[in-house]
């Protein structure tokens, strides 16, 4: 019998998302040990390069998330090394972290997307640069981290943002779509489903993606078949445009609120999406009868280089 093919999960790492992944990494590992791979988990720093050196994988699954594991940094150290790895490669990783320049892709591609404005946080915190109410997003954090919403009456940028930001000098604003949160898992090039997140605090932030009962999903989402098929479409446009390959997650908004415009909005694409057993992308792929353990599969059968 041929001994399972050796997988290193690169898991934890140096950015705002530290915690969530090592959460994804350390089920990632499970599922390919019970799919029978041999695993190796490696907290993934500075010397990362050495690890996988002294470890000698035959593959590499990326389940780092944020900077230098999201955002194209790991991805050269991986083709520098001439190692496959799951996910997206060096320029898509980067240009989806980089979210102006994703919807300038975006938007060439002819996938609708919201208007907004680039701004150094000082520009920001003076005056509204948009009409209330919009949003303040870094330009590249991933999860929520740092993205704050100002209402019509504030007068000023949230007092958080200019007091102990440590996300960049710039920041993206936006406008507020107002209505549904909609996220569609893409394996390849085909979308899986849809589904609707119901966050219980103020909007879908870093606490109600990853505290116990923040959110729950709704999948498939309660919306009319045209608005499926068209957030499918979305997705997989996205995907294809930023030049993604394994698995990605695109985050939409959808107003169908009373007095609503009817749009549907893609927000951002998510290269290194969450994956334990009950993140979206998972329970997307369970959704359409594929296991966690034939999920994980899938992206080292898929992985590679780049070279």
Same mark, same amino acid.
């Given at each position: 019998m041929t001994a399972p093919r050796h997988v290193a999960v690169l898991k934890g790492g140096l !950015?705002?998302?530290? %915690?969530?992944?090592?959460?994804?990494?350390?089920?990632? +590992?499970?599922?390919l040990a019970n799919a029978g791979f041999k695993v190796t988990e490696i907290d993934a720093g500075h010397d990362v390069a050495l690890r996988l050196a002294e470890v000698k994988p035959d593959v590499v699954f990326n389940a780092l998330h944020g900077r230098f594991g999201e955002d194209g940094c790991v991805q050269g150290v991986l083709e520098l090394m001439e190692l496959p790895y799951t996910h997206s490669g060096v320029l898509a990783s980067a240009i989806a972290m980089d979210k102006?320049?994703?919807?300038?892709?975006?938007?060439a591609a002819g996938i609708p997307v919201v208007e907004g404005?680039? +701004?150094t946080v000082? %520009?920001?915190a003076a005056e509204h640069l948009l009409k209330p109410p919009y949003v303040v997003k870094p330009t590249n954090?991933?999860? !929520?981290?740092?993205?704050?919403?100002?209402?019509? @009456?504030?007068?000023?940028?949230?007092? @958080?943002?200019?007091?102990?930001?440590?996300?960049?000098?710039?920041v993206l604003i936006e406008r507020f779509v107002p209505g549904r949160e909609l996220t569609v898992a893409v394996m390849g090039d085909k979308?899986?489903?849809?589904?609707?997140?119901?966050?219980?605090?103020? $909007?879908?932030?870093?606490e109600a993606k990853y505290a116990q009962g923040g959110s729950r999903h709704v999948i498939p989402a309660r919306i009319p078949d045209a608005v499926t098929a068209r957030a499918k479409e979305l997705a997989v446009?996205?995907?294809?445009?930023l030049g993604c390959r394994g698995v990605s997650r695109t985050d939409l908004r959808y107003d169908d609120t009373p007095e609503g415009s009817g749009e549907l909005i893609v927000l951002e694409v998510n290269t290194q999406p969450g994956m334990t057993s009950t993140s979206l992308v998972p329970e997307q792929a369970a959704h359409v009868g594929?296991? $966690?353990e034939a999920l994980v599969t899938w992206m080292v059968e898929d992985a590679s280089c780049e070279r």
């Open positions: !950015s705002a998302e530290r %915690e969530v992944s090592l959460n994804s990494g350390a089920a990632c +590992a499970r599922a102006p320049h994703a919807k300038t892709l975006f938007a404005v680039v +701004a000082g %520009e920001a954090e991933g999860s !929520s981290v740092g993205v704050h919403i100002v209402r019509p @009456g504030d007068n000023r940028y949230p007092q @958080g943002l200019t007091e102990g930001w440590h996300y960049g000098k710039q979308a899986l489903a849809v589904t609707e997140i119901l966050s219980t605090t103020e $909007f879908y932030d870093y446009k996205a995907h294809q445009a594929l296991s $966690f």
